[in-house]
Every structure is written in structure tokens, then in C-alpha cells.
């Protein structure tokens, strides 16, 4: 059982900057999928970031240019610094591996099979 744990998420004003971090408990950040998504109220999750094994990276059109995803393998752990944050970026934020692929990672939430806890970012408007 692979667990993913996300330290507390924050409030930060429009146009601040947050980095995302989240520990995998075994060797798959080097091995498999690993993404960012996120959820607000009423809607379905959405994807925003991939990196797989070989660190090849794909951003959704809403974060590009904003938001960076990173790995470190030899500490198991996953990255994400968002800058230039909107109020619209307000949402629960989840990181996620997918243990069924090791490239080609897709945004599709429902091919992630283990999930991070979430934590909440807050960017008031």
C-alpha cells in the first residue's frame, strides 16, 4: 500500500507564491506517474501537472508558465511551486501516483490509484 502525505496547505495573498510537497512511502516517485491535482465544490478533479519517470513533465493550459512540478527520487518525494496565484487557484490540492504506468501519465484523475490526503490553498480575492 502506497501512501502519499501532504504537509498543511496555506492561505496566500494573489499574486504570492506556495510550494506543494508530498512524501511517498515507497521507491515510486522514480518509478511510476506522479501527479498534482485539484478540486473545488461541485466540481470533478482536475488535472494540472504530470512528471513520470524520466522526469518528462505535462501541464495543464491553466498553470502553464505558473505552476512547476519537481521530483525528488532519492527523498521519495513530490514537488509543486505555484506562483502568481489567482483567487480562482482556491481549491483542495492532491498529489497522486499512478503505479500502472511508469510515462505517457495521463491527467485523468480515475488512472490514479493512490492519493494524497489533500490540503487546502486559499488565495482570497
Known amino acids: 500500500q502506497v501512501q502519499l502525505v501532504e504537509p498543511g496547505g496555506g492561505s496566500v495573498q494573489a499574486g504570492g507564491s506556495l510550494r506543494r510537497s508530498c512524501a511517498v512511502s515507497?521507491?515510486?516517485?522514480?518509478?511510476?506517474?506522479m501527479g498534482w491535482f485539484r478540486q473545488t465544490r461541485g466540481k470533478e478533479r482536475e488535472g494540472l501537472a504530470t512528471i513520470d519517470h524520466a522526469a518528462n513533465i505535462i501541464y495543464a493550459d491553466s498553470v502553464k508558465g505558473r505552476f512547476t512540478i519537481s521530483k525528488d527520487s532519492d527523498k521519495n518525494t513530490l514537488y509543486l511551486q505555484m506562483t502568481g496565484l489567482k483567487p480562482e487557484d482556491t481549491a483542495m490540492y492532491y498529489c497522486a501516483t499512478d503505479t500502472s504506468r511508469s510515462w505517457y501519465c495521463t491527467m485523468d484523475a480515475t488512472q490514479y490509484n493512490y492519493w494524497g490526503q489533500g490540503t487546502q490553498v486559499t488565495v482570497p480575492s
Open positions: 515507497e521507491y515510486t516517485v522514480g518509478k511510476h506517474c
